[in-house]
């Protein structure tokens, strides 16, 4: 008995030096690292705290890219896509509290906070509605509110490959998802994130053309900088409130929306993801539901396939509308 004692001593502190080790490494590296975070974007001042804006490019529509949950570079991670729309139009990407360049802030992350903040950023980095947002995955929810909410400020939505809030609600996160939300975040704090990048950031990013050697670097660094933060942990938390608030509101049915539906292969949770979206889009006016073959960071495998689909929807289907009401 006293030797498994004196095991388990040893073994505990074996543990314990490692991941003083590990939280050590992590903050040289953060201060290392910090040397090569250079923003090309625009920090204003909301709620007394910074949140990045990006802006590119010049046009008459102004599409608000809207990073998913967990990306913790969306300046870099979705410049593959919003590139091609900069090209003829004005593109701002949006990096939310706790994302990219943002501060970290101690709220909780209600929609309307968050929807707020958004609003008010984009406006600070002189961008002014209506425009269109390209949101992608869980900030489904703060498009679809936004549209419900102020109506006027929302041209169209290409959502990509979004969270509906019905989806959120009818699948609500059990306690076993809540505790493994908050224990990953707790490791993050402690820096054991380091050993497993390919979960930190996406090796497909590292792998595209569309960065320079520098910009992955910042990617990486920004990556290893903002993984699953406090604000990201508050973001999943509240998303079934979140949710449940827009669906406690009219569905915004003169809002334009483009389904991007991401399908890698066909199963069961695909098909039921195809009737929400079809679902969804009988309720609006003009709505289309597009397939796209990908996984579910589409806009890194299909960026021309999609600019193509958003700029066929917008132009022949929304403008065409707008001019003939004219």
Excluded at 107 to 127: K, M, P, V
Excluded at 178 to 187: F, H, P, Q, S, V
Excluded at 203 to 225: C, D, G, H, N, W
Excluded at 296 to 305: A, G, M, N, R, V
Aim: hydrophobic share 40%; glycine share 6%.
């Amino acid at each position: 008995m006293k030797k498994i004692k004196k095991i388990l001593f040893y073994v505990g502190v074996i543990l314990l030096l490692s991941i003083v080790a590990i939280c050590v490494y992590h903050q040289i590296q953060l201060h290392r690292e910090a040397v090569i975070l250079k923003n090309k974007g625009k920090m204003v001042e909301v709620d007394h705290h910074r949140i990045n804006v990006y802006n590119e490019g010049r046009g008459n529509d102004t599409y608000v890219f809207m990073a998913g949950s967990g990306i913790a570079a969306p300046m870099y991670e979705m410049k593959g896509l919003y590139s091609k729309f900069s090209q003829e139009h004005k593109i701002a990407v949006i990096e939310r509290a706790g994302y990219g360049f943002s501060d970290i802030t101690d709220d909780n992350r209600d929609i309307d906070t968050i929807l707020e903040q958004t609003r008010a950023a984009l406006l600070q980095s002189g961008n002014k509605p209506p425009y269109v947002l390209v949101p992608h995955s869980i900030s489904g929810v703060e498009a679809i509110y936004w549209a419900q909410k102020h109506p006027e400020e929302i041209k169209g939505i290409i959502a990509l490959d979004i969270g509906l809030p019905g989806q959120y609600v009818k699948h609500k996160m059990g306690q076993m998802d809540t505790w493994m939300i908050k224990g990953i975040n707790l490791l993050t704090k402690i820096g054991l994130h380091r050993l497993t990048p390919s979960k930190v950031y996406n090796p497909q990013v590292m792998r595209q053309s569309f960065l320079t050697e520098e910009e992955k670097a910042i990617y990486q660094a920004l990556s290893y900088k903002q993984f699953f933060n406090i604000n990201m942990k508050n973001e999943l938390l509240q998303v079934y409130e979140n949710s449940l608030q827009s669906e406690k509101l009219p569905k915004p049915q003169n809002t334009p929306i483009l389904f991007i539906d991401a399908i890698a292969e066909e199963n069961k949770y695909t098909k039921q993801k195809r009737k929400d979206y079809r679902n969804f889009a009988e309720q609006i006016n003009l709505a289309d539901v597009k397939e796209v073959r990908g996984t579910h960071s589409i806009y890194l495998y299909k960026p021309d396939e999609i600019y193509h689909l958003a700029m066929a929807f917008m132009e022949e289907k929304v403008d065409s509308k707008e001019r003939s009401i004219k």
